[in-house]
């Protein structure tokens, strides 16, 4: 039996990369629902990239901080495998929170398959040592599993429970460390044996070559933490030029004093009287305004919402509940907690067993808006039906 050793240091390297590579991923992905599609999944690829390769980076940080009487090399396929499964599986995880309505349902499947992306590449990648024998303890692995699902779930639901530095940076913080927590769990329940797997068939990557991979990742990783670290504190600062930078029709009189509300958090009191009937919304550090009447729904994202037009999606600053304060006298109807829809742009009504849909024919950017069941009388009233 090989009992192994760990450099401080190195321990300490891996759980900077990891925090870092978490907040990468996790704050680039801040505000893409209001973006075009296309844009929206090349941001996706990139928090992929950050999220999977910071996991991948910190298990092999931590790998080469482990001390083993005898020499040990890795197998190329399965180190790059590892990497592969955990970025693939961070996209999916972002993919159902970026697609589709937040739900709690969602929530938890997409820390789910985020926290298990962490085991699937520890074990993976843990599997391609050479020079010696991994044997992994089943309890290491239930340990792991529940950790990482625990742990995954939470970072997510903090992260998007509303998209500010605080809940985005401690959602980082959580993921980070529970991607030290599981390598260094499992690790705990794993036993090394003299002796080396023969018969391979793919190329052997040695501990040197290994090093230069991981020290360029982590480069990449820090650099690109700085930059998003940077974009992200100076975006407090466009939002409060942006709403300054008011682009209006014509001169307005100044906005009447409204109840206190933080600074990410608008309220309706903050734009201009002229403008109480039209609804705002954010592009190019300005703030420019929509008639309701061209808005087909409106859906809550966190504490902003986003609006859905003919074919296009565009980022308010005000709550859903601000919105629907501003829109009592039109023709919008709350169909669920997180929609209102503009009852004169529904084409068609579709009525499941304890639900139903709301249909547009014309709306490149949301196909139906789902009505909750308490929500279904009301609906059919505004519908005649």
Request: aromatic share 8%; glycine share 8%; proline share 5%.
């Amino acid at each position: 039996m090989l009992t192994p050793q760990y450099d401080l240091m190195l321990v300490l390297a891996s759980v900077a990369v990891s925090v870092m590579a978490s907040f990468t991923g996790l704050t680039l992905t801040r505000g893409i629902s209001a973006l075009p599609d296309t844009t929206r999944k090349l941001l996706i690829v990139m928090a992929s990239l950050s999220l999977g390769g910071g996991i991948w980076c910190m298990h092999f940080v931590a790998m080469l901080a482990m001390r083993l009487p005898v020499p040990i090399s890795y197998d190329a396929a399965n180190t790059l495998g590892s990497v592969l499964i955990a970025i693939l599986l961070s996209g999916v995880a972002l993919l159902i929170m970026h697609y589709g309505t937040r739900t709690i349902f969602r929530i938890a499947i997409a820390g789910t398959v985020l926290g298990n992306g962490i085991v699937a590449m520890h074990y993976l990648g843990m599997s391609g040592i050479r020079g010696c024998m991994p044997a992994f303890q089943p309890a290491g692995l239930v340990l792991a599993v529940v950790g990482a699902t625990a742990t995954g779930i939470l970072a997510i639901w903090i992260s998007y429970s509303r998209r500010t530095t605080r809940h985005i940076f401690a959602g980082a913080i959580i993921f980070g460390l529970s991607v030290v927590l599981v390598h260094f769990v499992a690790m705990g329940w794993t036993n090394f044996q003299a002796g080396g797997v023969s018969g391979d068939f793919t190329p052997i990557i040695e501990n040197g070559t290994l090093a230069l991979a991981v020290m360029l990742s982590a480069f990449v990783i820090c650099g690109t933490f700085l930059l998003t670290a940077t974009n992200f504190l100076l975006t407090g600062e466009a939002r409060e030029t942006a709403v300054i930078e008011v682009v209006r029709p014509s001169p307005v009189l100044p906005a009447e004093a409204g109840p206190a509300t933080r600074p990410d958090e608008p309220s309706a009191s903050d734009f201009p009287l002229l403008e109480k009937h039209k609804l705002p919304y954010e592009r190019d550090k300005r703030i420019y305004f929509i008639e309701p009447a061209q808005v087909a729904a409106i859906r809550a994202e966190g504490h902003y919402t986003i609006i859905h037009t003919a074919d296009d999606k565009l980022f308010c600053p005000l709550s859903i509940s601000e919105v629907e304060k501003r829109l009592q006298a039109g023709s919008f109807i709350r169909t669920h907690r997180s929609y209102l829809v503009n009852i004169e742009r529904v084409t068609a009504f579709e009525r499941a067993k304890d639900s139903g849909r709301c249909m547009f024919d014309g709306v490149t950017s949301l196909k139906f808006v789902p009505v909750s069941r308490s929500f279904i009388p009301r609906v059919r009233t505004a519908l005649n039906i």
